[in-house]
């Protein structure tokens, strides 16, 4: 291969600059931390899940790039960093088990070394040792795009350097076990991988495949591994072998760039060769960015050791699942989870977005500001084409995609619902840590109009309390606006519309089970998917309640259409008042009144006030339940009552973390908030093993595996001990977070966050490696482990 002129001139600078370790002059706080999270793994298969079908190793992922690497878990990835994880725009894969893992030869003898491996917050370290020859490896992340390994090579004699590398074949398993016996190639004819020598290094390009629900490629992807020191490459089929030869101690640099689009190719080169040119001053700004993410995030002097490890596994997790700008997102966001299948890629929701920047607000409050744009920048307009109607409203989901009613072809962009009035709680919480103003004045005039969308869209009976409910659109209604439903009767199913007829059947009740497209979106739009208070209950379970006296029909749900004043369909509305909703109504009002006393708007800040009044009274008048000591849904019935409240409280579906949502946001009063309180401590509600559970468990509806109703969610768990210390019972809450951090199954240890936990048992649940337990187990290390505040 000719000579590259860009090597010459990085050899140039190394040795002007001489190859001093930072870390060895500078100690970094980040060594107080390794091995927080397990990095090692060795995926065999591009699908390598776990029990749940989520990715089962964590790879470290940094600075929003859309790549990650692992450490080895045994010998035979030594020298190399296994597992490289691709995000293939909506789905992680892994690329590879080992490549360019480096071997070292001296005198034609293979090297042998023995071999210390850990991670860092910000970093993968790893340490070959041999009686003459000492290889140190550090891998940080440069750009959102290029990850950077600098490999410091200590010897007396000359050496020879093999990398090698092979893609993965296999395809599919579950905690190991295939799954398929097809390959890579036979899932994916089209995806064609092909390695490529290139001067200084190679690539590895992917064909065009749009499989909408595991693989998608631009057909310009690339893959690419740039080196500070001439190589000569061979490749034979998916495997390469790359050498070079040193005389002696040396430092060799070398750059991974997972790159998704030729328009993304062409703008990184030159950062690459920047990165080449410069690697000591990339690598020190990294060690610097997450120097200064533990100074910013670490400011609680009487968290224990594993209390402040915790926090940095949520730093790490939120700061893992961050994606630089790629596809249709406008900005940067954060993803659930990089390792769940669901979640990966650069997937955002709005229900995830506020409690994740309401933590990152504290240590990378620039990222929290972009995820919260993210969402904002496809709220619709008034001349929106595909939703005019729904101005004002945030989707559900964003993704790398457009759906196809936005000329995409992606399948996860979802338009159905929205998600709670959390928004300006998340803004005003980076407002408060940041204090720009400038902020404020972007966001206010977008948290206004979402919060009018709820009033104008989703409050049918015109209360100011809005309910939630359905988009208008193709998975709910027929084209002429009819609510679609399936009734299922034995083994025959039947798709039904309009509400003429669902409220027929329902009063006939000669059916096993119906779903409601509706019903789905409407619990998605409260961010609790099957909770037991939108009629959500499994059919043994509605069986035993009928036998104990209960009546069937309380677990129907009712529905009804909103419509403009010039009779255009908006959308669906449950026929019931959520109290959760209405207290996120409260503190949303209360926010936006303390923005506008910010911006001078004083005329809008009492009008907000007053509606926050209004909507305590409510709260507190309607839908607390005197017998039983907690807050509930009411339905709407025909009439309001004699005491203006839309119905009466549905008691009978038990209780859920809905009851707190007054005391977090500060709309119940005291009285109310003390019943509540004797209820949250009750061991026969939510006062289990792991506390506050999302269904009690004296409901109909518990069980401690069912996703939100009965699994311990951190976020109704944070609201939950948030609501106690509001209304004067921190000690008691600091109790229940004690209880948490020491019972919630791996937590202390290297494991990932995971989404929930049981609370019988306190055993992993759901997605690894996810984003809004890791915001609110932060958040309980800022709150509930410090001296009384």
């Not at 293979?110 to 860092?120: D, E, G, H, I, P």
């Not at 506390?691 to 768990?717: E, N």
């Not at 004690?738 to 609370?759: C, K, M, S, W």
């Amino acid at each position: 291969m000719k000579r590259n002129p860009l090597l010459a001139a990085i050899a140039t600078a190394l040795l002007a600059t001489g190859c001093a370790s930072v870390d060895s002059q500078n100690p970094l706080h980040a060594f107080e931390f390794k091995n927080v999270i397990d990095r090692t793994g060795s995926p065999e298969y591009m699908r390598d899940y776990d029990f749940d079908d989520h990715q089962r190793f964590n790879p470290f992922f940094d600075n929003g790039a859309w790549h990650g690497h692992l450490l080895p878990d045994n010998q035979e990835g030594m020298g190399g960093f296994p597992g490289t994880a691709l995000l293939t725009e909506e789905y992680i894969n892994f690329m590879a088990n080992n490549f360019d893992r480096l071997t070292v030869f001296k005198d034609g003898k293979k090297v042998n070394f023995t071999m210390q491996a850990y991670s860092l917050p910000g970093a993968l370290v790893q340490t070959l040792t041999s009686d003459d020859v000492t290889v140190e490896m550090t891998l940080r992340f440069a750009t959102n795009r290029t990850s950077l390994l600098e490999t410091k090579i200590t010897s007396d004699s000359p050496l020879e350097l093999v990398w090698d590398g092979e893609l993965l074949e296999k395809y599919h398993a579950k905690e190991g076990k295939a799954q398929s016996e097809k390959t890579i190639d036979e899932a994916y004819p089209e995806y064609d991988r092909q390695i490529l020598a290139t001067q200084g290094g190679l690539k590895v390009t992917f064909g065009k495949v749009r499989a909408t629900w595991s693989l998608l490629t631009s057909g310009e992807s690339e893959y690419q591994i740039h080196k500070s020191i001439e190589s000569q490459t061979e490749v034979d089929g998916l495997a390469f072998t790359s050498k070079a030869n040193i005389s002696g101690s040396t430092t060799i640099y070398t750059t991974y760039s997972h790159l998704l689009t030729a328009e993304e190719n062409q703008a990184e080169q030159a950062k690459i060769s920047d990165v080449l040119a410069h690697p000591k001053q990339y690598l020190e700004a990294s060690e610097q960015r997450w120097e200064n993410y533990l100074e910013k995030g670490l400011t609680n002097p009487n968290a224990t050791a594993e209390q402040e490890r915790v926090a940095v596994k949520a730093m790490e997790t939120l700061n893992g699942n961050w994606r630089g700008v790629a596809g249709a997102m406008k900005f940067d966001s954060v993803t659930p989870s990089v390792t769940a299948r669901w979640f990966s890629g650069n997937q955002t929701w709005p229900w995830d977005t506020w409690k994740q920047a309401y933590a990152m607000a504290h240590f990378n409050p620039d990222v929290a500001k972009d995820n919260i744009r993210a969402m904002f920048a496809y709220q619709i307009q008034a001349d929106d084409a595909v939703r005019p109607w729904d101005e004002g409203y945030v989707p559900d989901l964003l993704a790398y995609n457009l759906s196809p009613e936005r000329g995409g072809d992606g399948g996860n962009w979802n338009e159905r619902n929205t998600k709670p009035s959390l928004a300006a709680w998340a803004v005003m919480e980076v407002y408060k840590t940041t204090g720009d103003k400038a902020w404020l004045e972007e966001m206010y005039p977008k948290l206004v109009a979402y919060h009018n969308w709820w009033l104008r869209n989703r409050d049918h009976n015109g209360n100011g309390v809005p309910e939630y409910g359905a988009a208008r659109d193709k998975a709910h209604n027929t084209p002429s606006g009819q609510m679609l439903f399936t009734v299922k009767r034995g083994d025959q199913e039947q798709t039904f519309s309009g509400l003429e007829q669902y409220y027929e059947i329902i009063k006939n009740g000669q059916y096993d089970h119906i779903e409601i497209p509706a019903q789905t979106a409407a619990s998605w739009e409260s961010g609790r998917d099957d909770a037991a208070v939108f009629g959500f209950i499994d059919n043994n379970q509605l069986e035993e309640y009928v036998a104990k006296g209960g009546d069937r029909a309380d677990w129907d749900v009712a529905f009804a259409q909103n419509r403009s004043q010039d009779g255009t369909l908006l959308g669906y509305s449950l026929m019931q008042e959520s109290v959760d909703q209405a207290s996120y109504m409260f503190s949303d009002n209360q926010y936006l009144a303390q923005m506008a006393d910010i911006l001078g708007k004083q005329s809008e800040a009492n009008e907000f006030r007053d509606k926050a009044d209004k909507l305590a009274s409510y709260i507190n008048t309607c839908m607390f339940d005197e017998s039983t000591g907690f807050f509930y849904d009411i339905r709407i019935e025909e009439q309001p009552l004699a005491n203006g409240c839309a119905g009466k409280p549905i008691v009978e579906r038990g209780k859920g973390p809905e009851g707190w949502s007054p005391l977090f946001n500060g709309a119940a009063t005291q009285a109310n908030a003390d019943a509540v309180v004797k209820v949250m401590k009750d061991s026969k509600e939510f006062n289990s093993y792991v506390p506050l559970g999302t269904a009690a468990l004296s409901s109909p509806a518990f069980g401690p595996d069912i996703y939100w109703r009965g699994r311990v969610w951190v976020d109704q768990f944070y609201f939950g001990l948030k609501g106690m210390e509001k209304y004067g019972y921190r000690d008691d809450a600091v109790e229940m977070a004690t209880a948490f951090f020491n019972h919630a199954d791996g937590l202390v240890q290297d494991g990932p966050i995971r989404e929930n936990y049981n609370p019988l048992t306190g055993a992993q649940q759901g997605a690894p490696n996810f984003s809004w337990s890791a915001a609110h187990l932060y958040m309980l290390y800022n709150d509930f482990f410090t001296e009384n505040k």
